[in-house]
């Protein structure tokens, strides 16, 4: 019996749209900075590249990692205004998303599992109108992020891995993670055919999970 679905946050329930990196102007003239579009890209390039260094999300060690690919001497003020500025980058309020969303609350407990921070990643679920369907965020500031163990077991608190399910649009981090923990997936992705396999299934839009869970 399924107990609890565990979402991931961008591209699964809040897309991401590579414009939204242009807002980086906002927080620049915020603060003061001067703006280059080769700053921005550089920018843009260390927190892609944070993962392939760091095992958890600090702050501190974002900061660093910026300040490294940049060249520049940022302090936290900069990066909590860049979270602050990102958490009003959201798509128009998605009335489906909404209905199934409490249509699996009613159902399930709703968990989320994000590898970013958990109050960036509040600030846009709030915005977006959704926060209140979830009951916990795990973010990877206290364990390893996806796809390791780790972060699934966390999320799943007492829950056993059968009673769970995890569904992201990440093969690697959310669908071969959740596998790989015991979890049984579902892989957002609008460009393949829906399948049903032995540990995942295939969909092409969130609206269909009220076909199958």
């Known amino acids: ?17 590579e414009e939204y990196w242009n807002t980086l102007e906002k927080v620049f003239k915020k603060l003061n900075i001067e ?31 910026i300040n490294e690919v940049t060249d520049t001497k940022f302090d936290i003020n900069f990066l909590n205004t860049v979270f602050e500025v ?3 980058c959201i798509p128009k309020k998605d009335e489906k998303l909404v209905h199934i969303l409490d249509y699996l609350s009613q159902k ?8 970013w921070f958990e109050d960036a990643q509040t600030l846009r679920l709030k915005n977006f109108g959704i926060d ?20 699934f077991l966390i999320a799943m608190e007492k829950d056993l891995p059968e ?9 690697k981090k959310d669908i071969q993670g959740a596998i790989n923990a015991g ?3 579902i892989y957002l992705n609008p460009n393949l055919p829906k399948e049903e396999k032995e540990d995942y299934v295939i969909i092409n839009d969130i609206t269909e999970l009220k076909n199958i869970l």
């Open 132 to 151: 209140k369907f979830f009951t916990k965020i795990f973010a990877s500031e206290n364990f390893k992020v996806k796809p390791s163990k780790e972060s």
């Open 108 to 115: 399930y407990n709703l968990v989320i599992l994000t590898n």
């Open 35 to 65: 703006y280059s579009k080769e700053l921005q890209n550089k920018i843009i390039m260390a927190t892609s590249t944070y993962e392939s260094k760091y095992d958890y999300y600090n702050k501190q060690a974002m900061l660093e990692h």
């Open 86 to 88: 990102f958490g009003n």
């Open 163 to 171: 009673e769970c399910i995890m569904i992201g649009d990440s093969f």
């Open 183 to 185: 979890i049984k997936a």
């Open 1 to 17: 019996m399924i107990k609890r679905l565990i979402f991931d946050v961008d591209d699964t329930l809040i897309a991401w749209k």
